[in-house]
């Protein structure tokens, strides 16, 4: 009976763009792998459904997701936009930091306002990652004062920081972090990675998007009962905790509240 479940269910292969996300995503080339991948993995051995990997630019993969090109999404944070056009799976409890690689002797911002009052700060970001209203906002005003950098991809983000120790990123930890393990150019950098959380940044929850336009309502039924099956053991934090040290984590990274 399962098993003519799963081929109802999933009839057709399911089109999942991807760009790299520290080790929740990782892109080599055409290589697709991360804690994400493997989840995926894991559904499609237990079932019929075949999921294709494509290795886009995020900003490529949130408009393919917008229209309906897109059957899943995966390592995003819900957010109004989003929930437009799919159906959101929370996997971990997460929200975007301030991440710098300068001085250590800088006073930690610990909120929007002391970001905005260090004029000679210029906030680094990655087009299309999207933390919700909050960040959105903050963008928004350092974007009208000039203060704005937008990069293609984390590894982009870390480059520019290298360059300029005085400016910030804006993102989650784990992302940059994940994202210098694995590049064997910019791997130093992490022995002066500095989190520094802010206190009105809000938390958000981050996972799966199922397309609602894409997908036959079987496919979307089968789909978000299978993912949620495969996190009810707090799936993610657990693989999280093994990967990244403490500092990467606090502040930025917390089991599912139920």
């Not at 928004?140 to 991809?153: N, S």
């Not at 099956?229 to 403490?246: A, C, H, Q």
Request: charged share 25%.
């Amino acid at each position: 009976m399962a098993s003519t479940v799963a081929t109802a269910a999933c009839e057709r292969k399911l089109q999942v763009p991807v760009s790299s996300t520290g080790q929740s995503l990782t892109v080599n080339g055409e290589r697709v792998g991360g804690i994400y991948k493997d989840l995926l993995d894991a559904i499609s051995s237990k079932s019929k459904c075949t999921f294709v990997f494509s290795p886009v630019p995020r900003a490529r993969q949130e408009r393919l997701f917008e229209v309906g090109q897109a059957d899943v999404m995966l390592a995003v944070t819900q957010s109004p936009e989003r929930d437009a056009a799919g159906i959101f799976i929370p996997m971990v409890r997460n929200r975007a930091t301030i991440i710098s690689f300068g001085s250590a002797e800088r006073k930690a911002f610990t909120n929007s306002s002391e970001l905005l009052k260090q004029r000679n700060v210029r906030l680094v970001a990655v087009r299309g990652f999207n933390f919700g209203p909050h960040y959105s906002g903050l963008l928004d005003a350092m974007q009208a004062e000039g203060r704005l950098v937008l990069e293609p991809d984390p590894i982009g983000v870390a480059r520019w920081l290298r360059s300029n120790p005085n400016d910030v990123t804006l993102m989650a930890p784990i992302t940059l972090y994940g994202e210098l393990m694995d590049d064997e150019r910019m791997k130093d950098m992490l022995d002066t990675m500095r989190v520094e959380p802010m206190d009105d940044m809000p938390w958000g929850e981050s996972g799966v998007y199922l397309s609602r336009t894409s997908m036959p309502a079987g496919t979307l039924k089968y789909l978000r009962t299978a993912i949620q099956r495969e996190t009810r053991s707090d799936y993610l934090y657990k693989k999280f905790s093994v990967i990244y040290p403490p500092f990467v984590l606090k502040g930025s990274v917390m089991p599912l509240v139920r």
